[in-house]
């Protein structure tokens, strides 16, 4: 990126765009460029944690965190809160660097052929990414793909152009250090506030969204969620729903005759009757929903690790967990045996106090700790050893 002060420097591109270079001088490129980074990086690392909590490769499943209980609220939290914040920095970016973007001769190389590549692949994946992740986690899911796996390849994708773009630029910007202490390169009076100007309103907007949406997740927010998919009062319980019985064809009619199948070595069933009859357990758990809403809630039922015993499950077996509910992605859940035996996952009778709700899994669901909301099966109907 050259040094224009002007916008007539350029010549023919000055015509095009007269711009304030305090505008669109490099360096705010680069300080706006700085945080979009880190906020890429940060999403991708819990991303490919929330990818990895849900879809484990078997040598790592074995050994996904039960501790802290609230991993994935924060892990995912931070995930959606991050993106959103991306979104008026990679706006920003972009407003710094369009003049760039249209320069010509678009190719004036190889070099140039390559950087002007990666920058179009860059752009277009970053745009894409942060506006599929918005409408995903708003529930709007206009495309007839797998939202998840398009997520995941684009942002192998991303961080690659990423570290393409930060490549094709090391020769400027360890010129940049090497020439210049913070400073030295001085603006003229009245760029130098714009600079400033655009810098606080980037600021300012990042700031807005993230109080606004950041609510659905940290409590004491809540009341300002103006924008946030999810109000984590509204719903039965004091605890919101993603898809309600309704949605997943459960009802009084389709439960009539329930009960919980437990299938091991000694297999057995047991009726609401007996399951309640059986020794309860409390605990304090979140529900943490991939698409970044959370809440803690009071839980109570019985331990799935004493239901196991009952049917003489080896310790270290691996579960399926059934859900009553016919279809969907959610239906059927794994379950790895730290998350199976641990003394806080339960097959909860009770949410806050009061019998389930049949909108959050009556007469049964599973609450465990450190996992996400969607592998938190709702309607358990069969437990099944792999
Ligand atoms: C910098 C850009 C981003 C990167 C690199 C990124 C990366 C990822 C990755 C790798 C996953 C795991 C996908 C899987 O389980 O296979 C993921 C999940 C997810 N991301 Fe992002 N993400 C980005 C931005 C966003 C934004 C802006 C939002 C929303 C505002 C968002 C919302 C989500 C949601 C809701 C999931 C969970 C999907 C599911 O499991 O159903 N992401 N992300
Ligand atoms: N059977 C079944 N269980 C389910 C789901 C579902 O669609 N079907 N949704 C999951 C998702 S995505 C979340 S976030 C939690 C939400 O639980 P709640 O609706 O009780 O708040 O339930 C999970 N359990
Ligand atoms: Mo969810």
Redesign the pocket.
């Known amino acids: 990126m050259g040094e224009a002060t002007s916008s007539e420097r350029d010549g023919d591109e000055g015509a095009l765009v007269r711009f304030r270079a305090g505008l669109h001088d490099p360096r705010t490129a680069t300080a706006i460029g700085r945080l979009l980074g880190a906020?890429?990086l940060i999403?991708?690392l819990t991303?490919?944690t929330?990818?990895v909590l849900?879809?484990p490769p078997g040598w790592l499943a074995g050994s996904l965190p039960v501790r802290p209980v609230w991993f994935y609220r924060l892990t995912?939290g931070v995930?959606?809160a991050t993106?959103?914040a991306?979104?008026p920095l990679l706006l920003a970016k972009l407003w710094t660097v369009y003049p760039r973007l249209f320069v010509s001769p678009p190719v004036r190389g190889l070099r140039h052929g390559v950087e002007r590549a990666s920058i179009a692949v860059l752009v277009a994946v970053?745009l894409l990414?942060?506006f599929m992740?918005?409408l995903?986690?708003m529930q709007w899911y206009p495309w007839p793909f797998s939202?998840?796996?398009v997520?995941?390849a684009l942002?192998w994708v991303?961080?690659g152009s990423l570290l393409l773009h930060l490549a094709v630029k090391a020769p400027l910007i360890v010129a940049h250090w090497r020439r210049s202490g913070p400073g030295t390169l001085k603006l003229p009076a009245e760029e130098a506030a714009d600079r400033r100007a655009l810098l606080w309103s980037v600021g300012a907007a990042v700031g807005a969204v993230t109080v606004v949406s950041a609510g659905q997740t940290v409590t004491p927010l809540r009341e300002l969620t103006a924008l946030a998919p999810r109000q984590v009062d509204h719903g039965p319980q004091g605890l919101p729903i993603t898809k309600t019985a309704g949605e997943a064809h459960v009802s009084e009619r389709t439960l009539r005759g329930w009960q919980l199948e437990v299938r091991g070595p000694r297999p057995y069933a047991l009726t609401l009757e007996q399951l309640r009859r059986l020794p309860r357990h409390d605990v304090e758990l979140p529900i943490a929903c991939?698409?970044?809403w959370s809440k803690s809630a009071h839980w109570s039922g019985v331990r799935l690790r004493e239901l196991l015993e009952r049917a003489e499950v080896p310790q270290n077996a691996w579960l399926r967990v059934v859900s009553l509910q016919h279809g969907g992605a959610y239906r059927v859940m794994e379950m790895e045996p730290q998350y199976a035996r641990d003394p806080l996952t339960l097959l909860a009778l009770e949410l806050n106090g009061e019998v389930l709700d049949l909108d959050h899994g009556y007469p049964a669901r599973i609450i465990a700790p450190g996992r996400?909301g969607?592998l938190q099966t709702k309607w358990v109907h069969r437990i099944e050893v792999l």
């Open positions: 906020a890429v999403c991708f991303g490919l929330s990818h849900q879809e995912q995930h959606v993106g959103i991306a979104i970053a990414q942060l992740g918005l995903n986690i939202f998840r796996e997520h995941f942002a991303l961080v991939v698409e970044g996400p969607v």
